[in-house]
T-cell receptor
Framework: AQTVTQSQPEMSVQEAETVTLSCTYDTSESNYYLFWYKQPPSRQMILVIRQEAYKQQNATENRFSVNFQKAAKSFSLKISDSQLGDTAMYFCAFMSSATYKYIFGTGTRLKVLA | GAVVSQHPSWVICKSGTSVKIECRSLDFQATTMFWYRQFPKQSLMLMATSNEGSKATYEQGVEKDKFLINHASLTLSTLTVTSAHPEDSSFYIC????????????????FGAGSRLTVL
């Protein structure tokens, strides 16, 4: 069975600084997707970034980028130029190509400080 | 972009009554929908997978007679919490996957805004 681990329950960062959130996963599959979702206080899940396992190039979306290390089964999220609106719960998620199910990590609560 | 509407956003009911939550994909067809439960300050726990026209598949430990799921059309799935009790109080979230091959945008699930259930 797949597992997703986020080892940082809470983090804080000063506005305009850079922060990295960690995520590791375990799977025996070779074909899968990884995601980072943001859940603000409204509790609406918002896609931040996604990474296809078959692609070696790390995904980037504006201020958000990932460091995908397939062999190490690591998938960290880097947020550059942090903004107050980035304050939220961040979930790492694994999607199986076999079931299309998302398996979520336990989340990291990020607070951006003014 | 893809939108999923979830209704109601919050509901309060008396113990012993049943509550139905709807999840609709507004601008795409969703062959598969997923239902999650989220306790305060915790992660999303997958309850069941709903496929259009077939019986839902429940995760281990989820009572299928307590949480009835119906996926009657390609745009609508419903979750009915039967004979609700205070321990069923939680935040329920649905998500929908559009039709399409694995290596496509269909792999990105679209989430509803969630439904907060409080059972008195």
């Amino acid at each position: 069975a797949q597992t997703v681990t986020q080892s940082q329950p809470e983090m804080s960062v000063q506005e305009a600084e850079t922060v990295t959130l960690s995520c590791t996963y375990d799977t025996s599959e070779s074909n899968y997707y990884l995601f980072w979702y943001k859940q603000p206080p409204s509790r609406q899940m918002i896609l931040v970034i996604r990474q296809e396992a078959y692609k070696q190039q790390n995904a980037t979306e504006n201020r958000f980028s990932v460091n995908f290390q397939k062999a190490a089964k690591s998938f960290s999220l880097k947020i550059s130029d942090s903004q107050l609106g980035d304050t939220a719960m961040y979930f790492c998620a694994f999607m199986s190509s076999a079931t299309y199910k998302y398996i979520f990590g336990t989340g990291t609560r990020l607070k951006v400080l003014a | 972009g893809a939108v999923v509407s979830q209704h109601p956003s919050w509901v309060i009911c008396k113990s012993g009554t049943s509550v139905k939550i709807e999840c609709r994909s507004l601008d795409f067809q969703a062959t598969t929908m997923f239902w999650y439960r989220q306790f305060p300050k915790q992660s999303l726990m997958l309850m069941a997978t709903s496929n259009e026209g077939s019986k839902a598949t429940y995760e281990q430990g989820v009572e299928k007679d307590k949480f009835l799921i119906n996926h009657a059309s390609l745009t609508l799935s419903t979750l009915t919490v039967t004979s609700a009790h205070p321990e069923d109080s939680s935040f329920y979230i649905c998500s929908a996957r559009a039709t399409g091959p694995f290596r496509s945008g269909a792999n990105v699930l679209t989430f509803g805004a969630g439904s907060r259930l409080t059972v008195l």
